[in-house]
């Protein structure tokens, strides 16, 4: 329990700010976003790594931050400038990102280890000192986006977001964050009343979270990719289940 709690609790505050905005990324059909600002944020770890930065000090986290921010204001200008091509251009800031990631650490003997860090996580050695931080930036964002959700768009958002993703990635690591922000809000997309869609979507992601650090603590095997495959087999059974209530409405 000493090691669940904590990690739970890590999954709980990412689910918190990552379902609502994760159905809006999913309106606004910009699906990939989470995985490009998490990946450039990642680079900003991995650089201030490669300076001799302390991995848990502050100057870490603000190249963290500065790296997302520098990728959302890029992102914002593109959605403006060519918002057919957005999606795709999103896919560019991600793989040269993660390529770029892979570029410094190339001379490093523990690269790929930092690597598999980055991406999968360690979710499991989350401590509850280093979740209070987190749990402060959180409840800021939600209540910024639940607060001013009306006159957070362009910018605001992409920042916004930023902020989220860097706090996030860090806890779970990139494909985590990536599955708790889509994989939620896929599955309860057609339910039509808002405050049903974001609890039901909330409940998937908390069963997902709970059954996958369970089952990779019985298994012993990496609890980040145990949870994107909860998630993702949970979301089908909700979905699936609900199903016929939702074809009883429409008829």
């Known amino acids: 329990m000493s090691i669940l709690v904590p990690a739970l609790l890590a999954g709980i505050l990412v689910l918190a700010t990552h379902v609502p905005l994760g159905a809006e990324v999913l309106r606004r059909g910009i699906i990939f976003i989470d995985l490009a600002i998490a990946q450039v944020a990642g680079l900003g770890v991995i650089a201030a790594d490669t300076m001799g930065w302390e991995q848990s000090g502050w100057m870490v986290q603000a190249a963290a931050v500065s790296a997302a921010l520098i990728a959302a204001?890029?992102?914002?200008?593109?959605?403006?400038?060519?918002?057919?091509?957005?999606?795709?251009?999103?896919?560019?800031?991600?793989?040269?990102?993660?390529?770029?990631?892979?570029?410094?650490?190339?001379?490093?003997?523990?690269?790929?280890?930092?690597l598999k860090e980055l991406l999968v996580g360690q979710v499991l050695w989350v401590t509850i000192d280093s979740l209070l931080p987190i749990t402060i930036v959180s409840a800021a964002i939600l209540a910024l986006w639940y607060l001013l959700r009306d006159q957070v768009r362009g910018l605001g958002f992409y920042v916004l977001f930023a902020f989220a993703v860097t706090a996030s990635m860090q806890l779970v690591g990139v494909y985590l964050v990536f599955a708790s922000l889509i994989i939620p809000a896929l599955a309860t997309r057609k339910i039509g009343t808002r405050g049903i869609r974001l609890a039901s979507a909330y409940g998937v992601g908390l069963v997902g979270y709970l059954s996958g650090l369970i089952l990779s603590t019985r298994l012993d095997m990496p609890a980040g990719a145990v949870i994107v495959w909860c998630l993702a087999a949970v979301a089908i059974l909700f979905a699936w289940l609900i199903q016929p209530t939702l074809t009883k409405r429409s008829a």
């Open 73 to 114: 204001t890029i992102l914002n200008w593109t959605d403006k400038r060519w918002p057919e091509v957005q999606e795709a251009l999103i896919g560019i800031c991600f793989i040269l990102a993660a390529t770029a990631g892979i570029l410094v650490l190339a001379g490093n003997p523990h690269g790929g280890e930092h």
